[in-house]
């Protein structure tokens, strides 16, 4: 099964973070076949959470085809797993639903946390895109409760919904729009989780 690996760390890590993935790059890539995403420096909550100035932690993003081939590289790849940042960190195996598209210039993650996973159960039905398709978005490229976690500073996810937008200007005039709209209704019916925005790209320095 296909799927992601998140990294969170503190936002002042996250120059470490990038140049610890830069040097494993090639190893993750022709070693455990993994592909790197991005890191993103600019995550920031959005409606139906109140909104607040950027999160202050960065993420990188990995995907694999294989979720055997992501532990290999978590477990067996100690050169990357030992830096010293990751003490503070939250890494993550995430399965996905459908492929990411990939493109060169980044792209732009919706993601909902859900800080419990009981509460899975009050989120609209996954077959309810609210037509982020017509956007360019593909919606729920993961929608899960399975959280594989791997090492946690933070409390573990109850579960995650992501989707992906070409990019943050898209998403947002998606969701001042009438089906953005009816999507803050339903997700304010949700309990316990968080909703933000983050823009992941192979270098953002």
């Known amino acids: 099964m296909p799927c992601l690996v998140l990294i969170r760390v503190r936002i002042q890590d996250l120059y470490?973070?990038?140049?610890?993935?830069?040097?494993?790059?090639?190893v993750l890539e022709k070693g455990y076949r993994g592909l790197y995403i991005g890191i993103s420096n600019d995550a920031e909550r959005v409606?139906?959470?109140e909104s607040q100035p950027?999160?202050?932690?960065?993420?990188?993003?990995?995907?694999?085809?294989?979720?055997?081939?992501?532990?290999?590289?978590?477990?067996?790849?100690?050169?990357f797993m030992e830096t010293d940042f990751l003490e503070n960190s939250?890494?993550?195996?995430?399965?996905?639903l459908k492929p990411l598209l990939i493109g060169c210039y980044?792209?732009?993650?919706?993601?909902?946390e859900l800080v419990r996973s009981e509460n899975y159960c009050q989120m609209p039905a996954s077959a309810i895109t609210f037509d982020m398709e017509k956007c360019g978005a593909v919606p729920n490229i993961v929608d899960t409760i399975q959280v594989g976690m791997i090492r946690a500073y933070e409390a573990k996810p109850g579960g995650f919904r992501i989707s992906q937008f070409p990019n943050k200007k898209v998403f947002y005039?998606?969701?001042?729009?009438?089906?953005?709209?009816?999507?803050?209704?339903?997700?304010c019916k949700v309990r316990s989780m968080?909703?933000?925005?983050?823009?992941?790209a192979r270098d953002l320095f």
């Open 16 to 26: 470490t973070l990038r140049n610890a993935i830069y040097k494993a790059r090639s």
């Open 47 to 49: 409606p139906p959470c």
């Open 90 to 96: 939250d890494i993550m195996i995430i399965p996905m």
């Open 106 to 112: 980044g792209t732009a993650l919706l993601f909902t």
């Open 194 to 200: 968080n909703t933000y925005i983050a823009t992941f």
């Open 54 to 79: 950027l999160l202050n932690f960065g993420m990188g993003l990995f995907y694999f085809s294989d979720e055997a081939d992501a532990r290999r590289f978590i477990y067996s790849d100690q050169g």
């Open 173 to 187: 005039d998606w969701v001042k729009s009438d089906c953005g709209a009816r999507f803050r209704e339903d997700m």
